[in-house]
């Protein structure tokens, strides 16, 4: 067996993360401190020791308040349930935490992790100071169960597809096998054990992930069908418990005292205040109601400003996200067009994306691929390593109404559709209320209708719910859509085009596609991998045009001073107040 290298040295995930103030090539997060001076650092001004004490803290309540645009109800890890929260109330074998040089993965619930020579078995040792929030130890048949439980073709987890490559696991999850035949072990109380089918270089990125985190059996079969519904009936492994729930108003987390690491957790409270508007929650912030705040639109020139002068502290990272336009690709949608790749470029180079991220957000970068910038692959950034696919050509048609509308037209031509262009009509799924939301959905409307002189139907619901049961009723041609990486390598992005994966990608299927996606298991070839997923994307969006980028995701992270070592992960938790501390407020 060969040992793998002790944390913090373990595996880098490397997500090289963009300053506020500093060049984008630089792969460091500038930190604005109290004293107006920048510090090079992913969290706010380190006060942390070794002792576990909060240095600095004197008589401030250990508390913090912040804020979310929305609760989830989903409290299910293997359900991949509110991964920020579940981030910081639960733990798995590894944690993401950002750091001076992006975000790496520390050891959590394993001490140490065994890999064979060839790549194939994993071996996990872990804690055994590691307990439940009710006092039991955090065991080796917990994971085993959470894993177990995640295959189950019962269940129907989206997640199982992760661990896909253990032996036995895609069998017993389409019913051609018996969980008897799926390698995954308890060795003892303290051992946890995986074979793979093939040596997979994406495995250990996925230690991260809430659904690979543990499941207590007992607890979990007790709630039956609630699990996951009503949150008074879970346990907890991480940092904090989620003590108090009020829907669409607060949620309390209380430190967990029995957590391994209990007495380097500094706060003894998180409070987390339901804000839909940027509005509302800025004054919060302004009045001290809030402690953290991650600014939108002309916020963040604000903030910026504020920053400089040494009022607040700030942190601007990268984030593995990408929104997106999915057209109706099974049945060409409302009006049947979306089958059409020159209809569905026409569309997507009619968004000018430069415009749109600052007049509608004030904020992101606008996107011409599908990977995020956040995204590294081989210790450097993908997007470093391959060009955005429609780059040049969307140069080529973009402002340009003649253009477009003659693409439009040409793809009209192709399906043998006689319909004027002015009396297309399309339909545009969206959900939210707020006034971002709107204004969104309004700068759609209006460029598709102006650039290609079509007309476009909002279907405008009220939720996520609703979304979802609009979009699996198919009655859209166009929605709102967005990907946020699980784990850090391409292939994530890529494989959620994947025939059969998702349904909130438009039912993409092609053959070509799949097979390229297939030929990467087992390759460990750096080289030959980077230029399979260049042909993955090239073939996604230049060719077949199955999406439309928008924009990729970032943070900007506004804290009060009194805060001290504020961090943030890209595959945890967003806001990582594990070691967060409150002085002098």
């Given at each position: 067996?060969?040992?793998?290298?002790?944390?913090?040295?373990?595996?880098?995930?490397?997500?090289?993360?963009?300053?506020?103030?500093?060049?984008?090539?630089?792969?460091?997060?500038?930190?604005?401190?109290?004293?107006?001076?920048?510090?090079?650092?992913?969290?706010?001004?380190?006060?942390?020791?070794?002792?576990?004490?909060?240095?600095?803290?004197?008589?401030?309540?250990?508390?913090?308040?912040?804020?979310?645009?929305?609760?989830?109800?989903?409290?299910?890890?293997?359900?991949?349930?509110?991964?920020?929260?579940?981030?910081?109330?639960?733990?798995?074998?590894?944690?993401?935490?950002?750091?001076?040089?992006?975000?790496?993965?520390?050891?959590?619930?394993?001490?140490?992790?065994?890999?064979?020579?060839?790549?194939?078995?994993?071996?996990?040792?872990?804690?055994?100071?590691?307990?439940?929030?009710?006092?039991?130890?955090?065991?080796?048949?917990d994971y085993k169960y959470g894993w177990d439980r995640l295959l189950d073709p019962s269940k129907g987890y989206s997640y199982a597809a992760f661990i896909f490559n253990i032996v036995g696991a895609e069998e017993y999850y389409n019913k051609k096998g018996s969980l008897d035949g799926v390698a995954i072990k308890a060795l003892d109380d303290y051992t946890f054990e995986v074979k793979l089918k093939v040596a997979d270089p994406t495995f250990e990125s996925k230690l991260v992930a809430t659904p690979l985190y543990?499941?207590?059996?007992?607890?979990?079969?007790?709630?039956?069908?609630?699990?996951?519904?009503?949150?008074?009936?879970?346990?907890?492994?991480?940092?904090?418990?989620?003590?108090?729930?009020?829907?669409?108003?607060?949620?309390?987390?209380?430190?967990?005292?029995?957590?391994?690491?209990?007495?380097?957790?500094?706060?003894?409270?998180?409070?987390?205040?339901?804000?839909?508007?940027?509005?509302?929650?800025?004054?919060?912030?302004?009045?001290?109601?809030?402690?953290?705040?991650?600014?939108?639109?002309?916020?963040?020139?604000?903030?910026?400003?504020?920053?400089?002068?040494?009022?607040?502290?700030?942190?601007?990272?990268?984030?593995?996200?990408?929104?997106?336009?999915?057209?109706?690709?099974?049945?060409?949608?409302?009006?049947?067009?979306?089958?059409?790749?020159?209809?569905?470029?026409?569309?997507?180079?009619?968004?000018?994306?430069?415009?749109?991220?600052?007049?509608?957000?004030?904020?992101?970068?606008?996107?011409?691929?599908?990977?995020?910038?956040?995204?590294?692959?081989?210790?450097?950034?993908?997007?470093?390593?391959?060009?955005?696919?429609?780059?040049?050509?969307?140069?080529?048609?973009?402002?340009?109404?003649?253009?477009?509308?003659?693409?439009?037209?040409?793809?009209?031509?192709?399906?043998?559709?006689?319909?004027?262009?002015?009396?297309?009509?399309?339909?545009?799924?969206?959900?939210?209320?707020?006034?971002?939301?709107?204004?969104?959905?309004?700068?759609?409307?209006?460029?598709?209708?102006?650039?290609?002189?079509?007309?476009?139907?909002?279907?405008?619901?009220?939720?996520?719910?609703?979304?979802?049961?609009?979009?699996?009723?198919?009655?859209?041609?166009?929605?709102?859509?967005?990907?946020?990486?699980?784990?850090?390598?391409?292939?994530?992005?890529?494989?959620?085009?994947?025939?059969?994966?998702?349904?909130?990608?438009?039912?993409?299927?092609?053959?070509?596609?799949?097979?390229?996606?297939?030929?990467?298991?087992?390759?460990?070839?750096?080289?030959?991998?980077?230029?399979?997923?260049?042909?993955?994307?090239?073939?996604?969006?230049?060719?077949?045009?199955?999406?439309?980028?928008?924009?990729?995701?970032?943070?900007?992270?506004?804290?009060?001073?009194?805060?001290?070592?504020?961090?943030?992960?890209?595959?945890?938790?967003?806001?990582?107040?594990?070691?967060?501390?409150?002085?002098?407020?």
């Amino acid at each position: 067996m060969k040992k793998m290298k002790k944390y913090l040295s373990l595996i880098l995930a490397g997500i090289l993360v963009t300053g506020l103030l500093t060049a984008c090539s630089s792969g460091k997060t500038e930190v604005a401190t109290a004293g107006g001076e920048t510090a090079d650092t992913s969290g706010t001004t380190d006060t942390s020791d070794t002792t576990g004490t909060a240095k600095g803290s004197g008589d401030s309540v250990q508390e913090l308040n912040l804020r979310a645009s929305a609760f989830g109800n989903n409290y299910d890890v293997q359900d991949m349930g509110w991964r920020w929260m579940m981030a910081e109330c639960y733990e798995g074998l590894l944690r993401d935490v950002g750091g001076a040089d992006g975000d790496k993965y520390e050891l959590a619930g394993a001490e140490s992790i065994d890999v064979s020579e060839d790549g194939l078995t994993y071996t996990f040792h872990l804690r055994q100071n590691a307990k439940w929030s009710d006092g039991k130890p955090v065991t080796a048949n917990d994971y085993k169960y959470g894993w177990d439980r995640l295959l189950d073709p019962s269940k129907g987890y989206s997640y199982a597809a992760f661990i896909f490559n253990i032996v036995g696991a895609e069998e017993y999850y389409n019913k051609k096998g018996s969980l008897d035949g799926v390698a995954i072990k308890a060795l003892d109380d303290y051992t946890f054990e995986v074979k793979l089918k093939v040596a997979d270089p994406t495995f250990e990125s996925k230690l991260v992930a809430t659904p690979l985190y543990p499941t207590r059996q007992d607890v979990a079969e007790a709630a039956g069908d609630n699990w996951g519904k009503d949150w008074k009936l879970n346990i907890y492994n991480g940092p904090y418990v989620l003590s108090d729930l009020v829907e669409d108003n607060k949620m309390v987390w209380t430190k967990n005292k029995y957590y391994w690491d209990a007495d380097n957790v500094k706060l003894e409270k998180v409070n987390w205040f339901d804000v839909a508007e940027d509005a509302t929650a800025a004054t919060m912030f302004d009045n001290g109601q809030l402690d953290v705040i991650n600014g939108a639109g002309d916020y963040i020139k604000k903030y910026d400003e504020e920053a400089k002068v040494g009022k607040i502290q700030s942190l601007a990272t990268e984030y593995p996200g990408t929104a997106m336009l999915s057209y109706e690709l099974q049945n060409g949608g409302k009006s049947g067009l979306m089958k059409n790749a020159n209809i569905r470029k026409a569309i997507s180079y009619s968004i000018n994306r430069d415009e749109m991220v600052g007049a509608v957000y004030g904020r992101y970068t606008p996107a011409y691929g599908l990977i995020s910038p956040a995204i590294t692959f081989n210790e450097k950034t993908y997007r470093s390593q391959a060009e955005e696919p429609i780059s040049t050509e969307y140069k080529e048609y973009a402002g340009d109404k003649t253009k477009l509308q003659g693409l439009f037209q040409k793809g009209l031509d192709e399906l043998g559709v006689k319909t004027p262009i002015s009396d297309v009509t399309v339909v545009l799924l969206t959900y939210g209320s707020t006034t971002q939301n709107q204004t969104e959905r309004e700068y759609i409307k209006q460029s598709l209708e102006q650039n290609l002189g079509i007309k476009v139907e909002l279907n405008t619901v009220g939720d996520s719910s609703l979304f979802t049961s609009e979009r699996d009723a198919f009655n859209f041609d166009i929605m709102t859509a967005a990907w946020y990486s699980d784990y850090n390598d391409p292939l994530d992005y890529l494989d959620i085009f994947r025939t059969g994966v998702y349904h909130s990608y438009g039912l993409y299927s092609n053959t070509d596609y799949d097979a390229l996606l297939d030929s990467l298991s087992g390759l460990k070839d750096n080289a030959k991998r980077l230029e399979i997923y260049q042909k993955l994307e090239n073939k996604l969006l230049l060719e077949d045009c199955a999406a439309a980028p928008l924009y990729y995701a970032d943070n900007h992270y506004y804290i009060q001073n009194w805060v001290k070592d504020f961090h943030t992960s890209s595959f945890g938790a967003s806001q990582e107040v594990y070691h967060t501390s409150v002085s002098g407020k």
